[in-house]
Structures are given as C-alpha cells and as structure tokens.
C-alpha cells in the first residue's frame, strides 16, 4: 500500500521561504509521476508542480520561478523549496503519486503566509 507523508509546512511572513518534503513508502517506478497540489479554502485543489523520474517538470504559471520541485529515486522522495512566499500561496498542500490510472495522496501540510 502506498503512503505519502509530508512534512515542513508551516507560518512564514511575505518574501519568505519554506522548503516541503515528502517520503513515499514504496519504491518509485520509471513512469510514476510526483508532485505537489495546493487546496486553498473554498477552492478547488490545484497543481503546483510535478516531476517525472527523469526529471522533467511543470509548474503552475503563478509559482513559476519561485518554485523548484525535485526529486531523490533513490530516497524515494520528493521535495518542493518555495522561495519569495506570497499570502495568496497560504493553502494545504499535498504530495501526490501518480502511477497509471491511480492517484495516491498525502495527508496534506498547511503552509501559511502572512503579510
């Protein structure tokens, strides 16, 4: 069974940093993609960033440039260094596994930034 937890969430002023980790409990396959989704209250859950095993990755356009998302196969991690932290990126974030036709998610860390 495939768990993710996360960890590193947490208060940060405007202009700050925070760096998310995630730790998946199984072996990462070649086809699996990572990556982190943000669910602000009353919206709806949306991508921040993904990574393939490879290492290509997309990001959402708001993050963009502020954002890194990477990944250690062998660790069977991935991490998200958010740099330059706005008000509006204040949401849950979640770890998500994507292997096939499933999804796998974690239990979510809040990150919140002040102004």
């Known amino acids: 069974q495939v768990q993710l937890v996360e960890s590193g969430g947490g208060l940060v002023q405007a202009g700050g940093s925070l760096r998310l980790s995630c730790a998946a409990s199984v072996n990462i396959f070649s086809g699996d993609l990572m990556g982190w989704y943000r669910q602000a209250p009353g919206k709806q859950r949306e991508l921040v960033a993904r990574i393939t095993r490879g290492g290509t990755t997309n990001y959402a356009a708001s993050v963009k440039g502020r954002f890194t998302i990477s990944r250690d196969n062998a660790k069977n991690t991935v991490s998200l260094q958010m740099n330059s932290l706005r008000p509006e990126d204040t949401a849950v974030y979640y770890c998500?596994?994507?292997?096939?036709?499933?999804?796998?998610w974690g239990q979510g860390t809040q990150v919140t930034v002040s102004s």
């Open positions: 998500n596994l994507a292997r096939g036709s499933n999804n796998y």
